[in-house]
C-alpha cells in the first residue's frame, strides 16, 4: 500500500493544510482502535511543542481518542524524547507528540509511540493508514465508554530527574558556564533546569515562546545566536535543542558549531574507553562525514551505515546490538537510556566527557577534520528526475570520478518535494564539480 500520510516521521505538513483538524481526529480514532488491546482501560499521553497549531491539533485529537473510548493524559510543551520515555513509564498504550521538530511555525507534525516507548513500525503505521481511509462511525464507543482526559502535572519534573539519573551520582557541572538555546520549543523549561540542578551557570535564550518563533533564528538549525551569546557571555559552551529537543549541536567557548559526528565521536571515544559499548561500532546515515567513519577506524570501531532518518538508525541499533548512534543534525540515540533521541541526554554526555577532561571544549569536540562535504536541493513538481536516462549517466561518471576518494548521496526527500545532492571528498574543488553537473542535469529534468 502507498504510504499517504506518514512518511520518515510520523505525518508532517502545513498547519490547516495537510494537518487540519480532521485528519487529527480521524488519526487519534485510527491509532486509539489499533492499540486497544486487552480487556483494560486504555490510555495514551500526548505532549506537543509550542506551535500555535499545538491547540488546535491536540483538542481534535483528545475527541478523536475518547470518541473511541481511550483515556487521554496530556502533558503540555514536553520533548519529543520526555514523551517517548513517560509512555513507557507511565505503561500508557500510545504515545504522541505533536511536532515538526526542526520545521517553522506554520508545520506540524503528529508523532506516534508504542507502550515500550518507540516510534511504529512501518507495518503499524499501515494498519492506521488502512483506517484512516474508512468510515469508522460503527466503530465509535457507546455513550458510558467515552474516554476521558486530563491535564497531568509534575512530568517536567519526572523528565529532569531522568535525564540527570543517565549521568554518575557523584558528577557536578559546578564551574561551567553554560548557554543553552532552547529553540523556543518544547524544551525551554526543562533544560535550562536540568542544567541548573546539575551545578552548572546556566544563561538561557530561545525560551520565549509566543507560537510563532519556534526555531526561528534559533536552535540547533540556526545557532548563530547562541555561538554570539556565547563569545558574548565568555561561556564554556553552548548547546542549541530543535523545536522538539531530540536533537542537539554543540557551540564551543570559541563560538563554533559542533555536529553531531563529533559528538558521536566524543561519545564513542568516551564509552569505549569506560567498556560501556556493546559492539565495536558506531551506527550512523549515509549522511555522516567520511572523516567520521575513518577516525572511527583509527579506534578500531566501525561505522554502520543506514538510510536517512532517527527511525533507521534505531531500527539498525536494536537489530544489531549496538548501542550508539545518530545523524550530523544532532539526533543522537543512546540506547542505553532512551528509545529516541534526545538532545538534553545527549549533551549532558558531552559535557561530563568535558568535565572529566578539564579541558576547553574545542578541544575535547575535535575529534577529527571532516572532509568536505556540499549539500544542493534540486526542486521538482511531480515524478521523480532521478530517472532520467541522462541523470543518470552523469551520477554514473560523478562516482567514477571521485574514484574511492569520496562519496556522492542523492536521494529524495522524505518530507517535501526536492532532491537532496551530497558530496564529499578529499578534493573539494572535484567535489564541489561533480555536485553541480548532477544539480545541473537533474535541474534541467525537472523543468
Request: hydrophobic share 40%; glycine share 12%.
Amino acid at each position: 500500500m502507498v504510504r499517504r500520510y506518514f512518511g520518515t516521521d510520523g505525518i508532517r505538513g502545513r498547519a490547516n493544510g495537510t494537518i487540519t483538524p480532521e485528519l487529527a481526529l480521524k488519526v487519534g480514532q485510527a491509532a486509539g482502535l489499533v492499540f486497544q488491546r486487552g480487556d483494560h482501560r486504555h490510555r495514551v499521553v500526548i505532549g506537543k511543542d509550542t506551535r500555535l497549531s499545538g491547540y488546535m491539533i491536540e483538542t481534535a485529537m483528545v475527541a478523536g481518542f475518547t470518541s473511541v473510548g481511550m483515556d487521554v493524559l496530556l502533558f503540555g510543551p514536553m520533548p519529543t524524547p520526555a514523551v517517548a520515555m513517560l509512555t513507557r513509564s507511565m505503561r500508557a498504550d500510545l504515545g504522541v507528540m505533536i511536532s515538526a521538530s526542526h520545521n517553522p511555525y506554520d508545520d506540524n507534525g503528529i508523532k506516534l509511540f508504542g507502550p515500550d516507548g518507540y516510534k511504529l513500525s512501518d507495518t503499524v503505521e499501515r494498519e492506521i493508514e488502512d483506517l484512516l481511509g474508512q468510515d469508522l462511525s460503527r466503530r465509535l464507543a457507546k455513550s458510558a465508554d467515552l474516554g476521558r482526559a486530563k491535564r497531568i502535572e509534575g512530568v517536567q519534573d519526572r523528565y529532569i530527574e531522568f535525564a540527570k539519573r543517565t549521568l554518575p551520582r557523584d558528577l557536578s557541572f559546578d564551574g561551567l558556564r553554560v548557554v543553552v538555546d532552547c529553540a523556543n520549543g518544547a524544551g525551554y523549561r526543562v533544560a535550562p533546569d536540568a542544567l541548573w540542578e546539575l551545578g552548572a551557570e546556566v544563561i538561557s535564550i530561545g525560551v520565549d515562546p509566543d507560537g510563532f518563533n519556534i526555531n526561528k533564528d534559533c536552535g540547533s538549525t540556526d545557532p548563530a545566536a547562541l555561538s554570539a551569546k556565547v563569545r558574548e557571555v565568555r561561556a564554556d559552551v553552548g548547546i542549541a535543542l530543535d523545536g522538539d529537543a531530540d536533537r542537539v549541536v554543540i557551540v564551543d567557548e570559541k563560538g563554533h558549531v559542533v555536529d553531531g559526528d563529533q559528538l558521536m565521536a566524543v561519545i564513542a571515544g568516551s564509552w569505549k574507553e569506560d567498556g560501556r559499548l556493546t559492539k565495536d561500532g558506531v551506527v550512523a546515515t549515509i549522511m555522516s562525514n567520511l572523516g567520521f567513519e575513518r577516525h572511527l577506524k583509527d579506534m578500531g570501531l566501525s561505522l554502520a551505515r543506514t538510510p536517512v532518518g532517527d527511525r533507521y538508525v534505531l531500527e539498525h541499533m536494536r537489530e544489531h546490538g549496538f548501542n550508539l548512534g545518530g545523524e550530523p543534525s544532532g539526533h543522537i540515540i543512546l540506547s542505553d537510556y532512551t528509545t529516541t533521541g534526545d538532545g538534553l541526554v545527549a549533551a549532558l554526555q558531552v559535557l561530563a566527557v568535558v568535565k572529566r577532561q578539564d579541558k576547553p571544549v574545542s578541544e575535547v569536540c575535535h575529534r577529527f577534520e571532516a572532509l568536505p562535504q556540499i549539500l544542493k536541493n534540486v526542486r521538482y513538481k511531480k515524478g521523480t528526475p532521478l530517472e532520467d536516462a541522462k541523470v543518470k549517466g552523469i551520477i554514473t561518471g560523478a562516482q567514477a570520478r571521485l574514484n574511492g576518494n569520496g562519496r556522492l548521496v542523492i536521494r529524495p526527500s522524505g518530507t517535501e518535494p526536492v532532491i537532496r545532492v551530497m558530496g564529499e571528498g578529499d578534493d573539494q574543488y572535484l567535489v564541489e564539480e561533480v555536485v553541480d553537473e548532477i544539480v545541473e542535469a537533474l535541474t534541467q529534468a525537472a523543468a
